[in-house]
């Protein structure tokens, strides 16, 4: 027995875990977006088709209050990018532009290199060592299961281009913030500061940062010639997309299972996020066809323009205004195709005990239990800052940065069966959650 659950609502829990698990829709909703939509990128007409889709694909499926939600997005222009040795041996480097970079002007960018490891060394280096230089952070990422790594190397993308240029550099060109070992490069945001000249960045993949730091320790002067048409437009319009399965008893609390709709422009983002979208569809699609109808109502939020800035998020949490309060729990998938190999919470302490029961009925798909200091993820961040408890159903991300942020997220990534079992993980979870008893407490706000 337990305190939180009648048996009731426990057996239709492992009923959705074992129906998943025999195979889901999800595979065919991933499949539907990239051939019918593909790159999707803020305020793209890929964006605007992605919105219609979710919309008639969320209506299709049998969810309820199918709507919209209008999002202001920032609209950048990749254009073309160009990188090439010019000195001592002569080649060219397969690159990309990091998502929001300035472009160079059209004769392009010709200067010699500098190369650090890591931010740190390059914070290190003096204003004569770098100025006029382009500066090639050559940080390798590592592979690991909870995107650990990652995290550890994603601020020579994100900072870089700003800390460079406080020392003067005229351009920044970093290794791909990715693990991929092909020659592809891993795009990705940047974020200038307010206060630093913006200069243009670049990523190489990973083989041609090998390349170039072999021409580096060769000992000779290596120079760089730079080119890149990106540019920014005005902002444009998107949307968030949403979706309900119904609530019985306390219709008016809500479970959110989000995703992002968006994807960068280099690829059809089959796996960031089209993976996740389909997930989130498919679990709440699930519990829509049990014949009973969960307490709460299970609310899918598909967050417009994630990868540029988390206008979607930020609109979403504004909107609800104070329906903030009614939100119970949430959680998303944004982290590849799965499996589910770990449940994290932050929820209050008093709610622990029922998510080691929500483990017990996610024993069967192999998860271990976490700690209760999930993040919920970058959509979340909101939510969780206004106290609302969030949970992770960390997606086994060892593979996903192979293909994260480049031309290959493509469908033939994607693995069914892997789907379905993230879909049975996020069905169970989403309906213990919108059939608990209690609530899982408040967070303190502005948690990190
Ligand atoms: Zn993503
Ligand atoms: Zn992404």
Do not use: C
């Not at 593909?38 to 969320?58: E, I, K, Q």
């Not at 950048?76 to 160079?104: H, M």
């Not at 444009?236 to 008893?249: K, R």
């Amino acid at each position: 027995m337990s305190a939180d659950w009648s048996e009731g609502d426990l057996d239709l829990a492992a009923t959705l875990r074992d129906r998943a698990t025999e195979g889901t829709r999800a595979y065919e909703h991933v499949s539907s977006l990239v051939t019918e939509v593909g790159p999707r990128f803020a305020g793209s007409a890929g964006d605007t088709a992605a919105v219609r889709w979710a919309l008639n694909t969320l209506g299709t499926l049998g969810f309820s209050q199918v709507r919209t939600q209008d999002v202001l997005v920032p609209r950048w222009v990749r254009g073309t990018a160009e990188v090439s040795i010019l000195a001592p041996f002569p080649q060219p480097l397969v690159a990309v532009a990091l998502g929001g970079s300035v472009g160079t002007a059209e004769e392009g960018i010709e200067a010699s290199v500098v190369r650090v490891e890591s931010l740190d060394a390059l914070k290190a280096l003096s204003a004569d060592a770098v100025k006029g230089r382009i500066v090639f952070i050559d940080q390798r990422m590592e592979r690991t299961r909870d995107a650990s790594g990652y995290g550890a190397t994603v601020a020579i993308r994100s900072q870089g281009p700003s800390i460079a240029a406080d020392l003067g550099a005229v351009a920044l060109v970093i290794r791909s913030v990715g693990t991929s070992p092909d020659r592809i490069a891993h795009t990705g945001g940047l974020t200038y500061r307010a206060d630093a000249p913006r200069i243009p960045a670049f990523a190489v993949s990973n083989p041609d940062a090998d390349l170039l730091a072999r021409q580096v320790n060769a000992g000779k002067p290596v120079r760089l010639h730079l080119h890149s048409t990106a540019r920014e437009l005005p902002p444009a319009w998107s949307a968030n997309v949403i979706g309900e399965i119904p609530g019985g008893e306390r219709a008016d609390e809500v479970v959110l299972l989000g995703a992002h709709l968006d994807s960068w422009d280099v690829g059809p983002g089959a796996v960031d996020d089209g993976a996740g979208v389909a997930i989130v569809m498919e679990a709440a699609r699930l519990i829509g066809r049990l014949g009973r109808k969960p307490a709460r109502t299970i609310r899918v939020v598909l967050f417009a323009n994630e990868e540029f800035g988390l206008s979607g998020a930020r609109e979403y949490a504004r909107q609800i205004g104070e329906e903030m309060n009614r939100h119970v729990v949430a959680f998303e998938a944004d982290l590849g195709q799965g499996p589910v190999w770990r449940l994290d919470s932050r929820v209050a302490p008093e709610a622990l005990p029922a998510i080691s029961q929500m483990l017990k009925v996610l024993q069967p798909l192999n998860l271990e239990s976490g700690m209760n200091t999930a993040s919920g993820g970058a959509d979340l961040r909101p939510l969780r800052e206004a106290g609302v408890p969030v949970l992770d159903l960390s997606l086994d991300a060892t593979n996903y940065f192979d293909i994260h942020h480049t031309a290959n997220d493509t469908l033939a990534k994607i693995d069914a069966r892997t789907l379905d079992q993230s879909v049975a993980a996020f069905a169970v979870t989403a309906w213990l959650a919108a059939t608990k008893q209690g609530d899982f407490g408040r967070l303190q706000s502005k948690t990190e």
